[in-house]
């Protein structure tokens, strides 16, 4: 079985700061890792993930994670935030191993950007 | 595409009724899944679904039902409301085989039991 631990339950930072937030994971298996996002009132959206390969991934606005595998972490960062960023995010894992695809979540840290 | 559609949006049950929160998605996704989310706590999976006539519990089961005839439609039941079922409730879905862990999520269902 995986788990999810998210460090920080509520980040605030300024515009324009950068940001880090923090996710480890623990399993005893190979995982594919996740963040996504949840902006108010909607539903989640795939933010990025790691699969296999490099392990720094990208998404298309700005955000930034590492997979750690000695350190069991998958932390998310920007080097300068928006007022937009302004959500919920969660960090996921799933088993590498396949079957029903399901994820766990961590519990969320709300990323607050301030003017 | 519409993707994933829930409804109601919002929904007041006094303790003890029964409903039906709709699901249902128009990708041909053969997974399909039903989440809560409350406050602090993340997503906890109720049941997923890995095909039409094919069900099987998540972590958080109980006081819930669902069923799945056709693959587009994955209704979940609440049979005696209870306020601790007070929630938001999410409907994923993703196809087998695609990219791993990419569930596409509906808008929700804020459900408040009194």
């Known amino acids: 079985a995986q788990s999810v631990t998210q460090l920080d339950s509520q980040v605030p930072v300024f515009e324009e700061a950068p940001v880090e937030l923090r996710c480890n994971y623990s399993s005893s298996v190979s995982v594919y890792l996740f963040w996504y996002v949840q902006y108010p009132n909607q539903g989640l959206q795939l933010l990025l993930k790691y699969l296999s390969g490099s392990t720094l991934v990208e998404s298309i606005n700005g955000f930034e994670a590492e997979f750690n595998k000695s350190q069991t972490s998958f932390h998310l960062r920007k080097p300068s935030v928006h007022i937009s960023d302004t959500a919920e995010y969660f960090c996921a894992v799933t088993s590498a191993q396949g079957g029903s695809e399901k994820l766990v979540f961590g519990k969320g840290t709300k990323l607050t950007v301030n003017p | 595409n519409a993707g994933v559609t829930q409804t109601p949006k919002f929904r007041i049950l006094k303790i003890g009724q029964s409903m039906t929160l709709q699901c249902a998605q128009d990708m041909n996704h053969n997974y399909m899944y039903w989440y809560r989310q409350d406050p602090g706590m993340g997503l906890k999976l109720i049941y997923y679904s890995v095909g039409a006539g094919i069900t099987d519990k998540g972590e958080v089961p109980n006081g819930y039902n669902v069923s799945r005839s056709t693959t587009e439609d994955f209704p979940l039941r609440l049979e005696l409301a209870a306020p601790s079922q007070t929630s938001v409730y999410f409907c994923?879905?993703?196809?087998?085989?695609?990219?791993?862990?990419?569930?596409?999520f509906g808008p929700g269902t804020r459900l408040t039991v009194t």
């Open positions: 994923a879905s993703t196809r087998e085989r695609q990219i791993p862990g990419e569930q596409y």
